[in-house]
């Protein structure tokens, strides 16, 4: 009896067991978030990461030299406060102002991104065929993420790798990358010498992107400069746009409905 009694137990443990691996392996019956991006990466689908919010901000320099341009650089951080929680926004593309008729320098909706930009460097190894480049960050934004492979630690020089986007546009040198999305984080990953350039032995990849708050940065309406704006402590600045466009990743059942109609 306590023969038979162990054989039945482990008889509908496997049977539950297998149900579930086998439900796993098909979108329609998937419930683990990583067995449904596996399948929809079968179809050329990517779900959406998490968004950062954006904000516009008319701003006035008041320089206390006589600057021939004032240069607000990537990077530049303004704050905001919300509930007692502080919220960093970030300018992701340098601005240069020119003084106008007035030898004021102004800039009119200057966009400002949710999140503090990052930097990780990873190292490329011959000795570790499986190396993987994933961000050790959660909640990134994909559309912030921003690749650099530089030669060497001695050689500075470096490229700019894009997001691939078109398959039949890529040859053997094409500075590429693909991303995809691992539990709750991203990996980068790149070509094989074949289908895009591959990164070689000693090469330095340099990922920079945003760590984003999604829809709870949304609606902000007061900012300031964390440390100056382009390197002056006197400015005025006026909100042109409170922060909008902030959102949550995709869901599972959003990708399960739209990575299959994505394909046809």
Sequence with gaps: AVLLDILAYNTAYLAFYCNMVGNEMFLDSAVLRDSITSRAKMLGYRGRSRRSSIAYLDI???????????????GTKFTSVLDGI????????????????????????LPIT?????????????SDPNQRFI?????VDTTSIRVTVQESSSNLTSYVFQLA?????IDTQSRVYFLQ???EKHEVYFGDGIIGKKPQNGNLI???????????????SS??????????SDYTLTLATKSSGGAEKEDIESIRKLAPLSYQ
């Excluded at 992701?92 to 909706?109: A, M, R, V, W």
């Excluded at 760590?211 to 609606?219: Q, Y």
Aim: aromatic share 12%; hydrophobic share 35%.
């Design 223 to 232: 900012f300031q400069a964390a440390n100056g704006v382009a390197g002056y």
């Design 135 to 139: 961000l050790p960050n959660s909640g």
């Design 206 to 220: 340099f990922v920079d992107y945003l760590v984003s708050h999604g829809e709870e940065a949304n609606g902000l």
């Design 60 to 74: 006035e320099v008041l320089p206390d030299d006589a600057p021939s341009t004032v240069i607000i650089a990537r």
């Design 165 to 169: 986007s078109d398959l039949n546009v």
């Design 114 to 126: 949710e999140g503090e930009i990052l930097r990780h460097k990873f190292t490329v190894s011959d």
């Design 86 to 109: 502080t919220y960093t926004f970030s300018v992701q593309d340098s601005f240069t102002i020119y003084p106008d008729d007035l030898g004021d320098f102004k800039i009119e909706d």
């Design 181 to 183: 999305e691992v539990g």
